[in-house]
Every structure is written in C-alpha cells, then in structure tokens.
C-alpha cells in the first residue's frame, strides 16, 4: 500500500476584502494536477471554542432522480433533518451503514417517508440496496460555516464572524473519509480571503451516476 | 547373381524366378508398409499440433471465462445486502458462517475477508485467523488500484488457488471479498474431459523455470514435461514434439497475457501412442494383408514357375530319349504361348527325324549301305567318275529249270537264303551288291569308297562264297531241297561309277568294259572246257596282294573285245 498523502496540501495566502461584517470566505480547491474540484465541501470550526448552538429546526434534501442521489455530497449542519424524496417513479432503497447515522428507508415512491435527523457529525455514506451504482454522501459538521465547491473549484462562506478558525476540507475522493487536516485560518473584518486548498483524490469504482452502457458485460 | 556381394545361385530355373518375384513383392510391401508407418505418424503429429494450437487458445479463453464466471459469482454475493449488514455487525462468528454459506453457494474451497489494508477479517479454512496480513498482498493491491478487483494464483499453505477478489460495496468500497478455487489434480482431470487433452498446471519455481503444480499426469512427469519443453525452446501457442517416459507426446504452453512471479501456466499434451491406438487395428489388418499377399505371391511364383520348368523338363526328356533314338515320343504340352509353339516345333523336329531315318533306313534296304551313305552323305545328282573297280558276278546254273519243278515259295524260299548269305559275305568283305539280277548277283568292290586291297577282298568274297554256297545245300538237303551250283567271274578295270538314270530316277551303279569282262568271266565258268567254277581275269590278280591257288586257263576272248585276255580258274589261298 502506498502512504497515505491525503489531506489539504497547503495553505496559501489571504485577501483582505473591504466589505462590512460580516466577512465572506472564499476557498479555492484544486487537485494534484491544478485542476479544479467540484463536490469538495470546506467547513471552518472556530478554533476558540464551539460554534455557536444551534437554534430551532434545519432541513435539508437529498433527492433521487434518474436512479441518482442528486446531489451527490449535501454537507449539513449537526441536527439537520434531511427529506429523501424519491422523484423517479421506481422504487428505491436508500441505506447507509455509516456510523453517524446506519439508517434505512426500505423501498419507497415520492415523499412519503419522514426525514432522517443527523445528529453526530460525521460521513454517511448512502446507497440503494437496489441499484449498486447509487452513491450519495452526507457530509455532518459541527458548524455553521461551510459550503461545497462547484465545478469551478470555488466554495464561498458567507457571514463568518471575524476570528481564528480551522478551515478543513473533505471529498469523497479523499483515502480516508473519516480523517481531514484542519488548516488555521483568520478571518479579519472587512477582508475577502481566498484559502487555496490542493487535495489528492482517489478513484472511486462506484461514481454514484447510473452507467451509461446497457446490456451485459461481454460475457 | 551377385547382389550387394551376396553369390545367389541357383541350380533351377523355378527357384530362380520364385527368389526374384518374392524378392519384389517383399521390397514392394515392405516399402509400403513403411511408408504408411511414417506418413501416419507424421500425419498425427501434424493433426495433433493442430488440435493442440486451436485447443490452446480455447483453453485459454475456457480458463477466462472461469474466471470470469468466478467473479460474476462473488460479485453476486458481494452484492448481497445481508451480508452487508453481517460486515457491519461486526460478529466474528456469524461473518465467518456467512462466509462459509456463500463459499458453498458458489463452490469455491475458501472464502476469505481482506480490508483494505490487508487484514485478515475473516478465513473460512482458518477461522482463527484473524488480524493477520493475508498470504497474497500483492493481489490485494492490485485489486485496489482501480478498486474493481482482481485474480490470480496464490499459494496458501502448499496449496494452489485461483484467487478472485472482488470488492465488498456498503456502499462504497469496504472490504475485499476473496474466493479461492483449488487448482489441483482433480482440476486438471475435470478440464481433461472438457479439452481431452492431458492437463499440466505448472507455478514458477522458487529458482527459476516451472514445476507442477497440478496435472492428470503423476507429479515428477508434470516437472519432467516443463524441462523437457524448456529444453525443446517451445513458445507458448506453438505445439512441440516432447518424448516422455518413453512416449511421444506433442506438448503446447497454452498462452497468457502476463507471466511473472507467482504466476501459473497451462501445458497441454496429448499422447501419440493414444492417439495412433485406432490405427493400429488398420495396420494389424495391412500386416495380414502383407502376410496374405507374400503367401499369394509364393504361389503365384510357384504355379508361373511350374508352368515354365514343367514344359522344359518334358522338352528335356524329350530331347534324351530322341538322343536314344526313340522318335516315336511326343512332348505332350497342350499350350498355345510360346512354350507351345516350342514343343509344337520339337514334335515337329522329331517327325522330321523318325521319316528321315526311316528314309536312312528304307535306303539301306534298297541299295547297299556304302550306297545308302554316299547318297545321304553328298549331294545325289546325275553324273559319274571314272573309277578303278573290281566287279564280281555271280549265277546259279540252271535255275530256271529248277525253278519250274519247284512250288514258287520253296524256289522264293531257297532263293533268299542264297541271296541273303551271299550278301552278307559281299557286305562284310566291304563290297557293295550292285544289283541281282533275278539269281544273278553283281558287285562291287571300290565304289562308292576306294580300298587299297579291294581285289583281295573280291576274290576272298568268291572264295567265301564258294565255302558258303556248301552249308546252304546242306541246309537245303535237309529239308529235301535239290542243291544249287554257282559260278562266278571276277574283273578289275576302270569304269564309270555314279548316278545314272533320269533325274526323278536313278541308281548307283558302275558301267563300261571292265564290268562286261566280269560278266563275261562268269559266262565262262558253264563251259566244260575250262572246268572251273569261280573265273578270275589277269588284271584282278595283279592288283591282289595276297596269294590264291590259280590255276591258268590260257587266254580268253571276251565279247566285243578283240584283244585277249589271261584267264584263271580261283582254286583257293595259297597257303
């Protein structure tokens, strides 16, 4: 096995923005390659204490259309009840043995089943117990402050408070879910900082999107 | 006959051909039972590779799609969401019991649980084992790398598996799932009945080269056939003649993609002993046919043989008995080839013989044998010689008169008896009878063949005849016949000898004076003046070397003669 190098690559520089409090953070995730990384979510946890309690009820949806979890990786905060309605007109059954939240919802149609309360942070790996390609994350932390990149790269934190922060990155790609370097991190009023995180990423054999081949496998 | 320095020979005609014809027929089957021998065996070799080729790469995909149908197997099972749940339960005992039920559902010998790191999480052959690296981290890998598996040949504890991994997705990668089939003999005799060819799987020697691994042959064979093939320099996909255990059998590598440590390759052989099996009641049956036609051939050789000598040998008695003088004897040949034609002209020839010596014989019987013999002996043609002759006449005295007191058969009777002895006393004196002239004899004495005491011989005939003349009238007294009375004259002179007649025919005989003067001499011999029975002439005696009692008779006159001549009366030898 080779060593294990996963993890933010480096941090690199800072921007001051002018605006008003409170700031905008902005991370710009690349791979080993310069290339930018869709479906990376970059969370900063205060590093002087918790993050502020969390208030009242947050809902969240992961959806099923075209035998897929759209979106593929929906980060929420801890105590998020996510819906899993189930758009196509087949029956799904959505599972995780994930040890946040081992759950299943058994085969379903349409919104008729409660939603699902994370509680612990942590990955959940979804899968249907019906259709082995369906791959979809849900990514728990503890704070408010995050947000997953597009397919520019780019995950922009809106209102974080002034103040020391570890910025951590996650992907599904990473070798080990479960362990994600915390980079320090500032952030100063009025100031637009771009974090610039590189990450190595691993192939996965299920890409979570149904395969676009029909038939058999040649044998 | 020299042959290669070998002396044949033989001492019959019939051995001869029956030792070239068996000669022949042998070379011939020989060679051709030769020939069917290299051809057949070239021609299974040649069938054998081919097979082996096409078999070979049959071979190859058939171990592909087990392979396949292994993978396709556990991922089912992989796929299995209860034991999915097992997995994340975490029971030692129920993981291990999952596992086993699924080793059984799919057949393999052993079933084993490997995270991603290469732990040992569950074995079902060894359900202790736990928390160890497995035995084939190398595989583990390899399968990592795309994280869709893989499969090869692990060995785990002296024993040899195809390992197939596959990955254990709850959802995503978790764990790998690893199914071992055993290779081993009973394999090798299962793919036997599938590619009836004999099976060798051969693992990568710790030092280099190939060893058995698994085959349906006994294990040191299986280590033997990977030297020998080394040896042989074959490539893989090539068939290879290998001889083994005193067998020839036609090998093949079956060919793969990677070959490298650990890995494991397949050799496929077929033996040409097996494979001939079939031929050999053929060739049983061509050995009797060889059998049958060298028999043939011996009688064959025989009865053309006998058909030849046969013939020949009654030639040959034929020709003995011919040198015998018997000419009455035929060859009896009933043919119409050759060999008939011969005998047909040798009866012929024999013909040609017996009337020639009938002709020889019948000849003799008409005229004299001197006369028979100068006649066969040149060429018989009108024409004559003068030759000096003593002529000898000889007459009984009135035996016309005796004849008519006679019956016709006594006078036939005493006739022949006179003339036969009288005859054969001129023959054995070499005189030839010229001609009888009804009781008259005349002969010669000289011709056709010159002696130098022809006149002695004469004039001892007369006196023989004389003597004889007495027994044969003693004779006739005795059978109350009267006797007869003789005179005779004797004359040499020269004469014309030869064939005179017409040209269809002719005799021998001599005519001229000399001839007359002995006619004339004998004429004398009735008169009593001269009182002498056997008259000989001067000329006759002076030829004579020997010495006769004569008795002068003065001088004669001869018919148509004028001169004289000296006549004696013969008396007898002067002692």
């Known amino acids: 096995m080779r060593k294990p190098t996963a993890g933010i690559a480096a941090a690199l520089s800072f921007f001051l923005t002018t605006a008003a409090l409170p700031a905008a953070f902005e991370a710009s995730v690349k791979n080993e390659k310069g290339a930018p990384v869709a479906d990376a979510v970059v969370s900063l946890v205060p590093s002087t204490g918790p993050a502020p309690a969390f208030e009242g009820e947050s809902f969240a949806v992961m959806d099923q259309k075209g035998m897929e979890f759209v979106p593929k990786v929906l980060p929420v905060r801890t105590g998020t009840r996510v819906r899993f309605p189930n758009s196509d007109n087949i029956l799904h059954h959505v599972y995780s043995f994930s040890s946040p939240k081992p759950f299943e919802l058994p085969l379903y149609k349409g919104k008729t089943v409660d939603p699902v309360l994370f509680d612990k942070p942590g990955t959940v790996v979804l899968g249907c117990n019906i259709h082995d390609w369906m791959l979809g994350y849900i990514l728990i932390v503890d704070t408010p402050y995050f947000s997953k990149t597009g397919g520019d790269g780019l995950a922009i934190l809106r209102d974080v408070p002034p103040g020391e922060y570890k910025a951590y990155l996650w992907h599904y790609g990473l070798k080990d879910l479960k362990k994600m370097e915390a980079v320090p991190v500032k952030v100063i009023e009025a100031g637009n900082r771009t974090l610039e995180l590189k990450v190595r990423l691993y192939p996965k054999r299920i890409t979570g999107r149904m395969p676009q081949t029909h038939g058999g496998t040649g044998y | ?575």
Not at chain 2, 31 to 53: C, H, M, P, Q
Not at chain 2, 260 to 279: N, Q
């Open chain 2, 1 to 575: 006959m020299a042959a290669r320095g070998i002396e044949v020979k033989f001492n019959s005609f019939r051995n001869r051909i029956l030792f070239y014809f068996l000669v022949l027929v042998t070379a011939v089957q020989v060679a051709g039972f030769a020939s069917f021998d290299v051809i057949l065996k070239r021609n299974t070799r040649d069938r054998i590779a081919k097979d082996l080729e096409a078999g070979a790469v049959v071979f190859r995909n058939m171990l592909d799609d087990r392979t396949v149908l292994m993978t396709s197997a556990s991922t089912m099972l992989a796929g299995d969401f209860a034991f999915k749940r097992v997995f994340f339960e975490g029971d030692h005992g129920t993981m291990i019991s999952a596992l086993e039920n699924h080793r059984r559902r799919i057949g393999a010998n052993v079933m084993l649980l490997v995270s991603l790191e290469n732990r040992v999480v569950a074995d079902t052959s060894r359900p202790r084992l736990r928390g160890a690296a497995s035995e084939f981290p190398e595989l583990i890998w390899k399968a990592g790398e795309d994280g869709a598996g893989a499969s090869s040949i692990v060995n785990i504890g002296g024993q040899i598996y195809q390992m197939v991994i596959v990955p254990l997705l709850a959802p995503d990668l978790r764990a790998w799932i690893c199914s071992g089939f055993l290779v081993d003999d009973a394999l090798a005799r299962r793919l036997k009945k599938t590619s009836l060819s004999d099976v060798i799987f051969h693992g990568s020697a710790p030092g280099g080269g190939w060893r058995g691994i698994a085959s349906t042959f006994p294990r040191e064979f299986a280590d033997n056939i990977s030297a020998v093939l080394a040896a042989a320099g074959g490539k893989p996909g090539k068939a290879l003649s290998v001889e083994l255990r005193n067998d020839e059998y036609m090998a093949i590598v079956v060919p793969q993609e990677e070959v490298g440590a650990g890995a494991v390759r397949v050799v496929l052989a077929r033996s040409l002993t097996a494979e001939l099996k079939p031929y050999l009641r053929l060739r049983a049956a061509l050995l009797a046919l060889f059998v049958l036609g060298l028999l043939g051939a011996v009688l064959g050789a025989v009865w053309i043989a006998r058909s030849v000598t046969k013939p020949v040998s009654l030639l040959v008695e034929g020709a003995r008995r011919i040198g015998r003088g018997d000419y009455e004897y035929a060859v009896k040949v009933d043919r119409t080839d050759e060999i008939g034609e011969l005998a047909e002209s040798f009866n012929e020839m024999t013909r040609g013989l017996l009337e020639r010596d009938r002709i020889h014989d019948l000849l003799g019987k008409v005229v004299s044998r001197e006369i028979a013999k100068e006649l066969l002996g040149s060429k018989v043609e009108l024409g004559g010689e003068e030759r000096e002759v003593t002529i000898l006449f000889s007459d009984l005295r009135a035996f016309t008169a005796l004849s008519e007191r006679l019956e016709a058969k006594q006078v036939v009777l005493m006739l022949n008896t006179y003339l036969s002895k009288m005859t054969a006393i001129i023959e054995n004196n070499g005189g030839v009878v010229d001609k009888y002239i009804g009781d008259e004899i005349m002969a010669i004495f000289g011709a056709p063949i010159f002696h130098e005491n022809d006149a002695d011989m004469a004039l001892r005939t007369a006196l023989e005849m004389r003597h004889a003349l007495g027994e044969v009238n003693a004779g006739f007294r005795a059978l109350n016949l009267p006797e007869l009375e003789m005179g005779t004259g004797i004359n040499t002179g020269v004469v014309v000898a030869g064939n005179i007649g017409s040209s269809s025919r002719l005799n021998y005989t001599v005519i001229g004076d000399g001839v007359n003067t002995a006619s004339r001499l004998q004429s004398l011999t009735k008169s009593a003046e001269y009182s002498a029975k056997t008259i000989v002439s001067e000329a006759t005696l002076k030829k004579a070397r020997e010495k006769y009692e004569t008795r002068p008779l003065g001088a004669a006159t001869v018919k148509g003669k004028t001169e004289q001549l000296q006549i004696y009366a013969l008396e007898g030898f002067r002692r």
